[in-house]
């Protein structure tokens, strides 16, 4: 069974720093994809950031670019968010997903998301 755990969140102030991590464990296959997503109040889920293992192609949503990084870590299947230069609109539940191989389709798996605030 796969589990997705995620870390990183918390409250910071404008223009601050964050990072997050995501873990997917119970597989013996590399991930397809993995990445974040973001849900904030009132509004609908949205794709802040995804990274394709096979070529490390990285997709940002424009309102990120420049501004948050996602990048392979360790263990295997991990995934990290650097998120600098943080807006009050970056205000979100943070979801992390990760696509599954299976024969000539994905699985798609997620976390139970972790809160990211910014406020002064």
């Known amino acids: 069974q796969v589990q997705l755990v995620e870390s990183g969140g918390g409250l910071v102030q404008p223009g601050g720093s964050l990072r997050l991590s995501c873990t997917a464990s119970g597989s013996a296959f590399i991930m397809a994809h993995m990445g974040w997503y973001r849900q904030a109040i009132g509004k609908e889920r949205e794709l802040v950031a995804s990274l394709t293992t096979s070529d490390s192609t990285e997709n940002y949503a424009e309102s990120v670019k420049g501004r948050f990084t996602i990048s392979r870590s360790s263990p295997k299947n991990t995934v990290d968010l650097q998120m600098n230069s943080l807006k009050p609109d970056d205000t979100a539940v943070y979801y992390c997903?990760?696509?599954?191989?299976?024969?000539?389709?994905?699985?798609?798996?997620w976390g139970q998301g972790t809160q990211v605030t910014v406020s002064s």
């Open positions: 997903y990760a696509a599954l191989p299976v024969g000539g389709g994905e699985i798609n798996y």
